[in-house]
């Protein structure tokens, strides 16, 4: 007989990240609404669908998939003080052999922006991903604009490395897009470049 598997979280100070469930569908959808006008210039154009209780079932299940298989650790940020949903953070794209890499990407609501959260989330998935997945190398990237995302990720250990020309489709264009990386065994010095 197979025993369950283990709850899936990680803590932090102030913070669990953990897996979205289907009981979060409401927070969830009440916060990315209230927090639209604050995030969507940074994120593709949402579905037509996109705060419906079908598309969060499908992003539910999508992410058990991802666990399950390796491929991606989509979680959410749930204030541990009184369980409210903050945010979200993904490393996505996960890739094993010669590479032991991952991409991170992340958003926060609006009323919890600038509190530290966000930052205490990256340093505690990036740390996750070096130690317990192995992980050698995490990227991510933003718009060159995004002065807040760029803060967050230097204050969290990564480094500026360049930029991708037409990375993303952002609000509905293709967007420039500067990267970043943090690597487990990081010798790299601070760098004004960016």
């Known amino acids: 007989m197979l025993g369950r598997k283990r709850k899936f979280a990680i803590q932090t100070d102030r913070l669990t990240l953990r897996p979205p469930q ?94 530290g959260f966000m930052s205490e989330a990256i340093v505690a998935l990036v740390h996750h991903a070096f130690h317990k997945m192995d992980l050698s190398r995490v990227e991510a990237a933003c718009l060159p604009e995004n002065v807040a995302s760029r803060g967050v990720l230097e204050r969290s250990g990564f480094k500026y490395e360049g930029v991708a020309q037409s990375y993303l489709q952002i609000a509905g264009r293709w967007r420039n897009h500067v990267l970043y990386a943090n690597l487990r065994a990081d010798r790299r010095g601070k760098t004004g470049a960016g």
Do not use: C
């Not at 604050?38 to 991802?66: C, G, I």
């Open 22 to 115: 289907h009981g979060d569908f409401r927070a969830w959808a009440d916060l990315r609404r209230d927090s639209a006008d604050f995030l969507q210039m940074w994120e593709p154009v949402w579905a037509a669908d996109h705060l419906t209780r079908k598309s969060f079932t499908n992003r539910v299940y999508w992410a058990q998939r991802s666990i399950a298989a390796d491929t991606a650790v989509p979680l959410f940020l749930i204030r541990r003080e009184d369980g409210m949903l903050t945010g979200a953070i993904t490393l996505d794209n996960i890739r094993r052999g010669p590479a032991q890499s991952g991409t991170l990407g992340y958003w926060i609501g609006a009323p919890f922006a600038r509190q």
